[in-house]
């Protein structure tokens, strides 16, 4: 493939050189103008062929007045499989309407997401749809004040209106401790993400409603918050499970921190005293080989590609929409309790 001679990608000009055309006629072929003779635009179209070139689509969008076709999603975490499902459930709406979406991991760093959605907002992308870090979200409040379309998956808005989808996490929460008690337990701990996440404050809150339902004060010494990875949840659980009266179960408020729960009770198993019952876990989030675990396990479940589809859905619909803005929207997901290794 051959270079412009300036390096880099080809240009238009260089198509037209190569063609023996100007860059005005080069430009008309490009775009299909029906007037331009045949021969000229064979000319043109085998110079393009043999450059390599590829005309910036963003660019001549944006000078026809139309959008980039870009969509950014911003997320917290791709290690995360929910990301990966709430992914696949944006672009498959998106997709029907001729957009792209462009993935941006900010590694639950809110300066990284300050960042990611400063740049997005300068490559003029037609709407955002995040998953903020924490609760200061005044750099996706000014998006929308640029005009951008925000959506939000899973977290509400702080301090400025914009569509939200989210889970029930509370009534999910509340549902799996419920479970846990109504088999006897009465010492349950908890383990959760960053207290600055919505969803871990209300799974929290949902967990500590269903304790005080049952008559009892959640007890500050079995609630570990703050582990985002499966490593630091063993490490958090380990912990628990090695105080003088232990918790006989443990409810997480992610799959990260309910995968990291089970390596320590398995680790556990080799410990503990004979004919002592081994340790119930629950936790939010369904994932695949839950049902491989050989434990008993009960899960929070929710359809992640909802999610990411009713947040397509709602950022298509205020790109198609003309006139005054309509009042933010609200979708909740629903979940159910799934049972694992009876």
């Not at 062929?49 to 997320?75: D, M, Q």
């Not at 989808?165 to 088999?183: K, N």
């Amino acid at each position: 493939m051959e270079q412009s001679r300036r390096g880099g990608q080809p240009t238009l000009r260089d198509v037209a050189e190569r063609a023996g055309v100007s860059a005005m006629t080069a430009s008309r072929v490009l775009r299909d103008d029906p007037q331009v003779l045949p021969a000229t635009r064979e000319r043109v179209r085998a110079a393009a062929a043999a450059l390599g070139y590829r005309p910036n689509e963003v660019a001549r969008s944006l000078r026809l007045g139309r959008g980039t076709g870009l969509v950014g999603l911003v997320v917290t975490n791709l290690a995360n499989p929910f990301y990966s499902r709430l992914a696949l459930g944006v672009d498959s709406v998106l997709v029907q309407g001729g957009l792209k979406t462009v993935i941006g991991n900010t590694g639950q760093d809110p300066h990284a997401e300050r960042e990611l959605v400063a740049d997005l907002v300068a490559r003029r992308v037609d709407g955002i749809i995040a998953v903020p870090a924490g609760a200061d979200q005044r750099h996706l409040a000014a998006a929308v004040a640029e005009g951008v379309p925000v959506v939000l998956a899973s977290r509400p808005p702080e301090g400025f209106a914009a569509d939200c989808v989210l889970v029930d996490d509370f009534g999910g929460a509340h549902a799996a401790t419920a479970r846990l008690l109504d088999r006897g337990h009465r010492r349950i701990g908890f383990l959760g993400s960053p207290p600055a996440v919505h969803t871990g404050t209300e799974r929290l809150r949902g967990y500590a409603a269903a304790l005080a339902d049952a008559g009892l004060s959640a007890d500050a010494r079995l609630i570990r918050q703050g582990q985002t990875e499966p490593h630091e949840a063993t490490r958090a659980a380990t912990e628990l499970l090695a105080l003088p009266e232990p918790p006989t179960a443990l409810f997480c408020s992610n799959n990260r921190n309910t995968i990291g729960a089970f390596r320590a009770i398995r680790a556990h198993r080799a410990r503990r005293a004979a004919g002592e019952a081994e340790v119930a876990l629950a936790g939010f989030d369904d994932f695949e080989l839950a049902d491989a675990l050989g434990l008993p396990l009960t899960l929070v479940a929710y359809d992640s590609d909802e999610l990411g589809r009713a947040a397509g859905r709602l950022l298509a619909s205020r790109l198609r929409t003309g006139g005054p803005p309509a009042p933010p929207r609200e979708i909740v997901v629903p979940t159910s309790l799934v049972e694992y290794g009876g």
